[in-house]
């Protein structure tokens, strides 16, 4: 595997945009799991999900357009020329994990515009939940590098189901003052499978990283298609990192301040969650692991049963636009120290 250094910051995906230093083939290897196997696996491993309760905020909302998004990014500062057209913000809800909003989409509930990572678009468009974009009507579809353009996760059958605008990297964000020396010279993943420290690390609570790193960890490079017999073995090994976890995270914020506080030690996290950690003067850095660091791409998905179309086109115009690049990277900050 190849390993993606990871930006300082969360960057989004316009040309003009000089915090976004990408190459035109981005480095993608964050796979997509069946729903069938992971939940499969999950719970042979006693690791369930719960339905969250998916919270709205209507105050001064439009009525057309419901915008299914992360908690922070929920703010008018990211959507100004959507705000100044209608006058208020759209109807929001937040991500609290992309498996509930699978989920909940799958029971019938149906918000216009969804802002999940790319590895959700096949199994959403799967499950018969999405509809295409036409790029023509976005105004800053031109201003997208080639390579996200054509990023392959964002199309079904050469049509356009997800409008990238943002991209990150998942690591071991780890303590350098309290784990072993070695691991700040031989960067691995098997760090959040180490006995050493039971009780002392964390990970996230999303069905596809649990298994995608195990398997990673094992030296499988077929992690897109696990066969029955290898989803034993990572069934063996997050079995193991179940009983040796202090908790699974939901929340950037937990884990972070869980790791200010020294409770523990090494977790699965993003690079805004470095950032914010750094900002508090800790010692702490991020893996670039020799089994590969994962790459994601954030983006816009429109509901099957969408049909507002120039309110969703005008919010993803406001999201993406080069103004509001600066913004976003601060609010994006903001989120991951919980202020």
């Known amino acids: 595997m190849v390993g993606f250094a990871p930006p300082s910051k969360p960057v989004t995906l316009t040309r003009s945009r000089v915090r976004c230093q990408i190459k035109s083939e981005l480095i993608q290897i964050k796979p997509t799991v069946s729903r069938r196997d992971a939940l499969k696996t999950l719970a042979a491993v006693g690791v369930t999900y719960s339905m969250l309760p998916m919270i709205s905020n209507p105050a001064t909302a439009s009525e057309r357009v419901h915008y299914h998004t992360w908690a922070g990014y929920d703010v008018p500062e990211l959507m100004g020329d959507y ?79 997800m409008i990238p ?50 398997a990673l960890v094992l030296g499988m490079d077929n992690i897109n298609s696990l066969d029955d017999k290898q989803l034993v073995e990572v069934k063996k090994l997050a079995t193991k990192q179940r009983d040796l976890l202090r908790f699974y995270w939901s929340s950037p914020t937990e884990m972070e301040q869980a790791m200010a506080s020294g409770e523990i030690v090494a977790a699965y996290g993003w690079n805004q969650s470095l950032v914010s950690l750094k900002k508090q003067g800790l010692a702490v850095d991020m893996m ?35 103004e509001i690049d600066k913004k976003y990277s601060d609010i994006a900050m903001e989120i991951q120290a919980g202020g």
């Open 165 to 214: 605008s943002e991209f990150g990297n998942s690591s071991v964000v780890y303590r350098t003052d309290l784990v072993d020396p070695k691991y700040m010279e031989d960067n691995t993943w098997a760090i959040l499978y180490d006995e050493r420290y039971k009780g002392r690390i964390a990970f996230y609570d999303a069905s596809d990283s649990i298994i995608q790193i195990a």
């Open 83 to 161: 705000v100044a057209k209608y006058g208020s913000m759209p109807t929001t809800s937040n991500i609290g994990n992309e498996e509930d909003s699978l989920a909940k989409m799958m029971t019938g509930w149906a918000p216009d515009l969804m802002h999940p990572g790319n590895y959700n678009v096949k199994r959403w468009h799967e499950a018969g939940l999405l509809q295409p974009f036409d790029t023509s009507k976005v105004k800053n579809w031109g201003d997208l590098f080639p390579g996200i353009q054509n990023e392959k996760s964002a199309k079904v059958n050469g049509d356009q189901y």
């Open 288 to 322: 670039v692991p020799k089994e590969g660091i994962m790459t994601w791409i954030a983006g816009f998905t429109m509901h099957k049963d969408a049909t507002a179309y120039e309110e969703v086109y005008d919010l993803v115009d406001a999201w993406t636009a080069p």
